[in-house]
Nanobody, 118 residues
Framework: QVQLVESGGGLVQAGGSLRLSCAAS????????MGWFRQAPGKEREFVGR????????YYADSVKGRFTISADYAKKTVFLQMNSLKPEDTAVYYC???????????WGQGTQVTVSS
């Protein structure tokens, strides 16, 4: 089992930055995939990006490319989402998720609210 706890959400003005953290505990492995998702009111959950613990490859949705950066620290069992040049349309609840081994995303954090004001 894996437990995920997110932090770092808050209120920020357009053009500002936030750094989200996701602390993992329980049974984690080097080859696990860690992902970030978001869901805005009235919209479906959206993929933001993902990374393996090793951090060799990271992938991002087109909507956040060039603005968001994912990093991972396996020793600390923590993944980060650095969000720069935030836009009002980035407003959403942000979730981290874990995909153990070759399985699909299975474990989810509670979510943290990010609100970007204009």
């Amino acid at each position: 089992q894996v437990q995920l706890v997110e932090s770092g959400g808050g209120l920020v003005q357009a053009g500002g930055s936030l750094r989200l953290s996701c602390a993992a505990s329980g049974r984690t492995f080097f080859r696990d995939t860690m992902g970030w998702f978001r869901q805005a009111p009235g919209k479906e959950r959206e993929f933001v990006g993902r990374i393996r613990w090793a951090g060799s490859d990271a992938y991002y949705a087109d909507s956040v490319k060039g603005r968001f950066t994912i990093s991972a620290d396996y020793a600390k069992k923590t993944v980060f989402l650095q969000m720069n040049s935030l836009k009002p349309e980035d407003t959403a609840v942000y979730y981290c998720a874990a995909a153990p081994g070759t399985d699909p995303y299975q474990y989810w954090g509670q979510g943290t609210q990010v609100t970007v004001s204009s």
